[in-house]
């Protein structure tokens, strides 16, 4: 009987050695896995902090560009025959001369240094005659174009006529930012207008 209490007093004691170890490696284990936690959340707070370098001068961010409706690339705007209609890229299948105002394949973007913006576009009554009006302009007068979210304001200074066969000789200033529109002549089928004008300002 003596043996069997000294056995039991033995293993009680061994399993209470255990479970001690267990409780208190247990508690370790415990610390541990909140310190690796709490070291997880620092990252992740790190992570959200601004680490540009000091004294470092952002590069200024592009601003976004206008989005015009319909998909169109520029609008051309001229105030004195109430004409405001948009056109298309070159490589648009919308750029078609019995759809819209062209924007000639040859021609420029209004960005582009010394460039040449043509457009052309029908004279006459027909729903797609945009130029139907542009007779009435005159040099001095003013047109306007919306792109890429700034106006670009040019001024008529030459109009001139050519046989219409087929071609068309721009004469400009090759020096100059320009804008030309081409259209049949009022009153003549035989003959096309062409109106030279000169950029004077970007708004």
């Known amino acids: 009987m003596s043996k069997l209490s000294n056995r039991a007093v033995v293993i009680i004691t061994f399993s209470a050695i255990i479970i001690g170890l267990l409780i208190v490696s247990s508690d370790y284990l415990k610390e541990k896995k909140e310190k690796a936690y709490e070291k997880i959340r620092i990252s992740l707070i790190d992570k959200k902090k601004d680490n540009t370098p000091k004294n470092v001068t952002e590069e200024p961010k592009e601003e976004p560009v206008e989005v015009l409706p319909n998909g169109y690339l520029g609008i051309l705007t001229i105030e004195k025959i109430n004409l405001e209609q948009g056109f298309f890229d070159k490589d648009n299948p919308e750029n078609?001369?019995?759809?819209?105002?062209?924007?000639?394949?040859?021609?420029?973007?209004?960005?582009?240094?010394?460039?040449?913006?043509?457009?052309?576009?029908?004279?006459?009554?027909?729903?797609?005659?945009?130029?139907?009006?542009?007779?009435?302009?005159?040099?001095?007068?003013?047109?306007?174009?919306?792109?890429?979210g700034k106006t670009y304001i040019y001024k008529i200074e030459d109009i001139y006529t050519e046989t219409k066969d087929g071609d068309v000789t721009i004469y400009r200033d090759t020096n100059r930012n320009?804008?030309?529109?081409?259209?049949?002549?009022?009153?003549?089928?035989?003959?096309?207008?062409?109106?030279?004008?000169?950029?004077?300002?970007?708004?």
Do not use: W
Not at 97 to 103: A, C, S, W
Not at 128 to 145: C, N, P, R, S, V
Not at 182 to 199: E, H, M, R
């Open 96 to 148: 078609n001369v019995d759809r819209n105002i062209t924007f000639l394949p040859p021609t420029n973007y209004p960005d582009e240094k010394n460039g040449n913006v043509i457009l052309v576009a029908h004279s006459g009554s027909s729903s797609i005659a945009y130029f139907k009006h542009l007779y009435q302009t005159e040099i001095g007068d003013i047109a306007k174009i919306r792109y890429k």
């Open 178 to 203: 320009t804008l030309t529109m081409i259209t049949c002549t009022k009153d003549d089928d035989t003959k096309q207008t062409i109106y030279i004008s000169y950029l004077q300002n970007i708004e």
